[in-house]
C-alpha cells in the first residue's frame, strides 16, 4: 500500500497569513492527488484534484503543486471559514490511501 | 443538483452484520463509480472499496476482503454497503462518496452525510 504522510499534523494561524501544507507518498504517485477539507461533523468536500487543479467553486485562494512523491497545498490568505483539518489522498493506484490529516486551527 | 442521502444510524452487537444505503440523486447513477470511506471518530479517513453501478463489479481493500459487500439497485439509484463480523474497531462514520473520472484516475466529488455505525454488547 502507498503511504501518505502529511506534515504539520497540526498548525495554528491568523486570518490573513499564508499556510502550506505538506503531503508526501511513500512511492512516486505521479500527479494522483487529491485533496479535501472536512469540518467538524461533516463530510469531507472536495478541493483539488491531480495535485494542482482546483475543484470549480472553490476559492482561488486554495492551491496545490507537486509530482511525484511531494505535494504540497497552499491557502494564499486565510479566512475565517478556512479553519478545518486537510487530508491528502493519493488515487493511483489500489487501495486508494489518506493523509491523516493537518487541522488548521486560529491562533 | 447531486445529493448522496445515506440510511441512518445503526447499533449493532459483535458478529452481527450493517447494511448502509446510499441514495443518488442530480445525476446518472450509472455513469459513475460510487467508493465507501469509512472514519473513526476523532481519526483520518480509510478507504473500504467501490463499486460500478454499470455492471456492479466491485473493487475491495485487503482489509475488508471477505467482510464487506457492496451493491446496487439501479432501478432506485442507490448503493449498498454491508459488512459483517463486526467488532468494537468498526464503531465508525462510513461515507459513501461519488468518483469523478479525470485522465482515467477518480477523485471523490460528492459525498453522502455519513451513517454512524455503533458496535456495542
Known amino acids: 500500500d502507498i503511504h501518505m504522510t502529511q506534515s504539520p499534523s497540526s498548525v495554528s494561524a491568523s486570518v490573513g497569513d499564508r499556510v502550506i501544507i505538506t503531503c508526501r507518498a511513500s512511492q512516486g504517485i505521479s500527479s494522483w492527488l487529491a485533496w479535501y477539507q472536512q469540518k467538524p461533523g461533516k463530510a469531507p468536500k472536495f478541493l483539488i484534484y491531480a495535485a494542482s487543479n482546483l475543484q470549480s467553486g472553490v476559492p482561488s485562494r486554495f492551491s496545490g503543486s507537486g509530482s511525484g512523491t511531494d505535494f504540497t497545498l497552499t491557502i494564499s490568505s486565510l479566512q475565517p471559514e478556512d479553519f478545518a483539518t486537510y487530508y491528502c489522498?493519493?488515487?493511483?493506484?489500489?487501495?486508494?490511501?489518506f493523509g491523516q490529516g493537518t487541522k488548521l486551527e486560529i491562533k | 443538483q447531486v445529493q448522496l442521502v445515506q440510511s441512518g444510524a445503526e447499533v449493532k452487537k459483535p458478529g452481527a452484520s450493517v447494511k448502509v444505503s446510499c441514495k443518488a440523486s442530480?445525476?446518472?447513477?450509472?455513469?459513475?463509480?460510487m467508493h465507501w470511506v469509512r472514519q473513526a471518530p476523532g481519526q483520518g479517513l480509510e478507504w473500504m472499496g467501490r463499486i460500478n453501478p454499470n455492471s456492479g463489479g466491485t473493487n475491495y481493500a485487503q482489509k475488508f476482503q471477505g467482510r464487506v459487500t457492496m451493491t446496487r439497485d439501479t432501478s432506485i439509484t442507490t448503493a449498498y454497503m454491508e459488512l459483517s463480523r463486526l467488532r468494537s474497531d468498526d464503531t465508525v462514520v462510513y461515507y459513501c462518496?461519488?468518483?469523478?473520472?479525470?485522465?482515467?484516475?477518480?477523485?471523490?466529488?460528492?459525498w453522502g452525510q455519513g451513517t454512524l455505525v455503533t458496535v456495542s454488547s
Open positions: 462518496a461519488r468518483a469523478r473520472q479525470w485522465n482515467n484516475k477518480y477523485y471523490f466529488d460528492y
Open positions: 442530480g445525476y446518472t447513477f450509472t455513469g459513475y463509480f
Open positions: 489522498q493519493q488515487t493511483n493506484s489500489f487501495p486508494y490511501t
